[in-house]
């Protein structure tokens, strides 16, 4: 079945500092690619999406390449700030048997100091 | 812009009590969501909706039960809560379409006492 993987964390960074978090699926059809942020004690918000391979999903100075030969989409920012600060999920979206189903990675937490 | 709003943001019940969460979203989305998501475990599928008055089992479906009587409004039932209910309950909705993204709520806080 599908699955999506992150890199865990915690991560903890100095301001400007690059980021990269690591993301890698599984799907047996074509599927959609996110990532969503969540401040504390909020829900998830998108972050950005790729629907199709080499798509390149940006938002707020993040960006992911949808990779299909890698089966990845990894998130970077070049220069983090201290509102960086949150979890991150990767996550996809695939047609199953009654109609589109996502997964969702554990989230990674990032913390900025500065 | 989208929204899902779901009724509570912090809510204490006992145990024993049926508890309801609500969602409504003003999107006119066919899906609808109702997640758990507890520290390292992330976030768990309790049921979902592809439409009005239909319901399926997500990966975590025991203790819980749903109802979707109008396509903008879904809510999720505690039966009997239990302490091990004590979890953040997130609801989402998305439009029938594995191109589009979810949309989550901000989430309810729920204690069970």
């Known amino acids: 079945g599908d699955s999506v993987t992150q890199m865990e964390g915690p991560v903890t960074l100095s301001e400007e500092a690059f980021l990269t978090i690591n993301c890698t699926y599984t799907?047996?059809?074509?599927?959609?690619l996110f990532w969503y942020v969540q401040y504390p004690g909020e829900g998830l918000q998108l972050l950005l999406k790729?629907?199709?391979?080499?798509d390149k999903g940006s938002n707020k100075g993040f960006e992911a390449t949808y990779r299909k030969e890698t089966t990845s989409f990894h998130l970077e920012k070049g220069s983090v700030q201290v509102s960086d600060s949150a979890v991150y999920f990767c996550?996809?979206?695939?047609?199953?048997?009654?109609?589109?189903?996502?997964?969702f990675g554990t989230g990674t937490s990032l913390t900025v100091i500065p | 812009d989208v929204k899902v709003t779901q009724s509570s943001r912090y809510l204490v019940k006992r145990t024993g009590e049926k508890v309801f969460l609500e969602c409504v979203q003003d999107?006119?989305?066919?899906?609808m969501f109702w997640y758990r998501q507890d520290p390292g475990l992330g976030l768990r599928l309790i049921y979902f909706?592809?439409?009005?008055?239909?319901?399926e089992k997500g990966d975590i479906p025991e203790g819980y039960s749903v109802s979707r009587e109008k396509k903008e409004r879904f809510s999720l039932i505690l039966e009997s809560a239990s302490t091990n209910q004590t979890s953040m309950y997130l609801c989402a909705s998305s439009l029938f379409d594995s191109n589009q993204p979810q949309h989550f709520g901000d989430g309810t806080r729920l204690s069970i006492l």
């Open positions: 909706s592809y439409d009005v008055k239909m319901k």
């Open positions: 790729a629907t199709k391979a080499d």
């Open positions: 799907a047996t059809g074509y599927p959609s």
């Open positions: 996550a996809l979206s695939d047609w199953g048997g009654t109609g589109n189903q996502f997964y």
């Open positions: 999107m006119d989305h066919e899906n």
